[in-house]
């Protein structure tokens, strides 16, 4: 096998980790870590279970897309992300960086346009790409070069190549965008067809491969459906226009320059303890902190009169002493 990239959505696995993991995990300042716990496991799985000679993690970027003003009401309806991930997400930048691996943020786009251009370059570069997200918009981008690899599913995560794509959406990976486009998506308020589902949706493709070839032949559908397509027929193309993927973004860094490189062992341990990580703070490869040297002491069992007449005078010379009492019961009399 030739060289692989992993194309990390960061904003995936953040959004998955801050639902999965409870928020009561913090840091020793009681600040929430839960996010970035969950985040950290994934991309130090990744690396040991697969090893890929390039990679990059890929987060959005602050402030508006593209796609917002081409739509204004592009994921308008999409709740606000909850203070407590939001603070989560330099943190995740540093751990990020003191992993050594690349950061992507490109403002303008959104992450899925970033990971759509890299995916493409590397293809064109004769290396495989895997994306690393369980974001079934990134399904568009799937080739014999390029799969998809959602490691949250199953025990040892799921694969996804055009045979699959197929199966799900009756299309190829290049007309996954029509099929998205019937379908809609109410968390990102990209409006669709009304009446057309995942079902629907993929026995239409399966019949006309496109939405071109579908309203081409409009006339061959009955009743309330025909009537649907028929009346949200710019809604569909516009929807088709902003589920559809980069592929030609300008980046600040390109496929040379996102090569893995070893961390600092020391460094990533000491960002971990710092978030409270102990058990990934084990996982770095540097060597655990010097133990505090034990304090020399002198214990002895009294278990008869001459052993304590000699302790007793020992504690009346050395001027003052302490006893410590164990009982069975909160009242210190019983």
């Known amino acids: 096998m030739g060289e692989r ?39 130090m799985k990744l690396l040991r279970e697969h090893n890929p000679s390039h990679i990059a993690v890929v987060f959005d970027a602050p402030g508006p897309t593209f796609r917002d003003e081409l739509f204004p009401e592009y994921k308008a309806t999409r709740r606000e992300t909850p203070p407590e991930l939001k603070e989560q997400f330099p943190r995740m930048h540093d751990v990020v960086r003191d992993m050594s691996l690349p950061l992507l943020c490109v403002p303008g786009v959104e992450a899925d346009d970033v990971i759509g251009t890299l995916a493409r370059r590397a293809e064109e570069a004769g290396m495989e790409a895997v994306l690393v997200s369980g974001d079934k918009d990134l399904l568009q981008l799937l ?34 965008v029509d099929a998205l486009a019937l379908i809609g998506d109410t968390a990102d308020n990209v409006p669709g067809v009304r009446g057309i589902g995942d079902k629907t949706a ?28 028929e009346s949200d027929r710019d809604q569909a193309f516009k929807s088709r226009v902003l589920v559809t993927i980069k592929t030609d973004v300008d980046l600040p860094e390109d496929i040379p320059g996102l090569v893995r490189t070893p961390w600092e062992p020391e460094r990533l341990r000491a ?29 002895r069992l009294v278990l008869d009169r001459e052993t304590l007449d000699r302790a007793l ?6 001027g003052g002493f302490a006893v410590d009492t164990e009982t069975t019961n909160i009242d210190p009399m019983l």
């Open 5 to 43: 990239i992993f194309l990390v959505d960061a904003m995936a696995f953040a959004f998955r980790s801050f639902h999965a993991i409870k928020t009561t995990l913090t840091d020793p300042e009681g600040r929430p870590t839960n996010a970035v716990y969950g985040f950290t496991r994934i991309l």
């Open 143 to 176: 080739s014999e070069r390029v799969r998809m690899f959602d490691p949250g599913k199953g025990e040892d995560g799921v694969w996804y190549g055009p045979e699959e794509v197929r199966e799900r959406f009756g299309t190829d990976p290049a007309h996954v």
């Open 313 to 318: 005078g020992e504690m009346r010379a050395a």
């Open 202 to 229: 993929q026995k239409l493709m399966a019949q006309y491969g496109s939405l071109e070839g579908l309203y081409a032949r409009l006339d061959d559908l009955k009743g309330k459906q025909r009537e649907n397509l």
């Open 271 to 299: 960002r971990f303890l710092e978030l409270g990580f102990d058990s990934l703070a084990g996982e770095t490869g540097a060597p655990p902190a010097p133990e505090e040297p034990e304090e020399e002491t002198d214990y």
